[in-house]
């Protein structure tokens, strides 16, 4: 396992890590790909369909800031054997059912670390695995599936916090040290709460706006730009609350800083028809206002419209 006093050492071949990815989607298949293309020894998991696809073919990137790259990996329905390293990267709609294809017998003590939004999937992936081996991961990165095993990644950076109430520092660590090696920028944190607020209270008002107004950020930051301005000072008091660092003036700097065609995944989901995280992430900051008494005018109006 990572890191792990006395543990064995790392399943992979040649010293690599063993790593299952579940879900290869944009952001799944571009970790996949940067891991097996550092040697690691990469297992994919997914739908039959899809999984039979990136078998044959393997994965494909495009990337200005990574050069474009394939990688040849192991893709199944099901994970078949223990590993090192687990990364969840579903979205959180998909999430329960998805962890059926990692059981909890199988995987071993290998560190389960989610790459998704919002914040309660923690106790989710804490209740299906010792919390000993869950780590929180937050993933800044713009990279879209186009087809099965194909990713285009399109933003300047590909950056992952991790932090963990539960599990050992070392196997963070060991899990930086990985990714780092395959080309993220990664990071261990040492406050969970603030990793994963900070992350949702910048995500929260660019998702609920531009998919409530179906425009990209730069019609929100001028046509609604009230809206956004009050949103977001909302959204940073709740995460204030919540453990987040709540800087409002900050995250209004970064959406300034977007190209004015910039769109939320969230966005891109309602525009495929797709299942929205509306829940995860509207309904979350939701939660957290009631439990720390605090008001969501803002928040409520948008998630009910988008409901």
């Not at 199944?76 to 709609?93: G, I």
């Not at 389960?112 to 937050?138: C, I, K, S, W």
């Not at 000072?233 to 700097?253: F, K, M, N, P, Q």
């Not at 995280?277 to 109006?301: K, N, Q, S, W």
Request: with cysteine; proline share 5%.
């Amino acid at each position: 396992g990572i890191g792990r006093p006395g543990a064995p050492e790392w399943r992979g071949a040649m010293g690599g890590r063993t790593v299952a990815v579940l879900g290869p989607g944009g952001v799944g298949g571009l970790v996949a790909a940067l891991l097996a293309r550092d040697g690691n020894d990469v297992v994919v998991l997914g739908r039959e369909q899809t999984t039979h696809v990136i078998a044959a073919r393997g994965l494909t990137v495009r990337s200005a800031q990574l050069g474009d790259l394939h990688a040849d990996v192991d893709a199944r329905p099901t994970l078949d054997r223990p590993v090192d390293l687990c990364v969840v990267a579903v979205k959180a709609t998909a999430l329960p059912d998805a962890l059926d294809r990692a059981p909890r017998d199988v995987l071993g003590d290998g560190l389960v670390v989610p790459l998704l939004n919002g914040t309660e999937h923690m106790d989710v992936l804490r209740e299906r695995y010792d919390p000993a081996q869950v780590a929180a991961g937050v993933i800044r990165v713009e990279a879209a599936r186009t087809a099965p095993g194909r990713i285009v990644h399109s933003s300047p950076f590909v950056q992952v916090d991790l932090a963990s109430t539960t599990a050992p520092r070392t196997r963070l660590d060991d899990a930086t040290t990985a990714l780092t090696s395959a080309g993220v920028q990664a990071r261990v944190l040492d406050d969970e709460a603030r990793a994963l607020w900070d992350k949702l209270a910048f995500l929260a008002p660019f998702a609920l706006l531009t998919t409530r107004y179906r425009a990209p950020i730069g019609e929100v930051r001028t046509t609604h730009r009230d809206e956004l301005i009050a949103l977001v000072h909302e959204v940073a008091a709740i995460s204030r609350a919540a453990g987040g660092t709540g800087d409002a003036a900050t995250a209004l700097a970064r959406y300034e800083q977007f190209p004015a065609d910039a769109r939320s995944s969230m966005q891109r989901d309602a525009e495929a028809g797709n299942p929205l995280e509306l829940d995860a992430i509207g309904g979350a900051v939701l939660r957290a206002a009631e439990r720390y008494h605090l008001d969501a005018l803002h928040t409520r109006t948008l998630v009910s419209a988008l409901s």
